[in-house]
Nanobody
Framework: QVQLVEFGGGLVQAGGSLRLSCAAS????????MGWYRQAPGTQRELVAI???????KYSDSVKGRFTISRDNAMNSVYLQMNSLKPEDTAVYHC???????????????WGQGTRVTVSS
């Protein structure tokens, strides 16, 4: 069984920083893309940033220049450094991973339970 567990959410003032971490564990053959999505109350889940195994990244326009995604392939982990936080960044942040549990089979999406980030003005 595969689990993605996030760490690092909390309450911060506008302009502050937070670092989110996520580790995948369980019966894992390989982790391909990893990333972060977020969902604010009353809205749909949206992409924040995603990173492939080679370090290629993609960011939503709303976080470019403020957030940095990174990963550690050996640890099956992904990180999100969030700087210059704004009240509109308030949301539950979910870790995402496309994982293969067996080299003979296709992978699938996995999600963490989420960690809450609240940015006060």
């Amino acid at each position: 069984q595969v689990q993605l567990v996030e760490f690092g959410g909390g309450l911060v003032q506008a302009g502050g920083s937070l670092r989110l971490s996520c580790a995948a564990s369980g019966d894992i053959f390989r982790v391909n893309d990893m990333g972060w999505y977020r969902q604010a109350p009353g809205t749909q889940r949206e992409l924040v940033a995603i990173i492939n195994r080679n370090g290629g990244t993609k960011y939503s326009d709303s976080v470019k220049g403020r957030f940095t995604i990174s990963r550690d392939n050996a640890m099956n982990s992904v990180y999100l450094q969030m700087n210059s936080l704004k009240p509109e960044d308030t949301a539950v942040y979910h870790c995402y991973g496309y994982l293969l549990t067996d080299w003979r089979q296709d992978g699938r999406d996995y999600w963490g339970q989420g960690t809450r980030v609240t940015v006060s003005s």
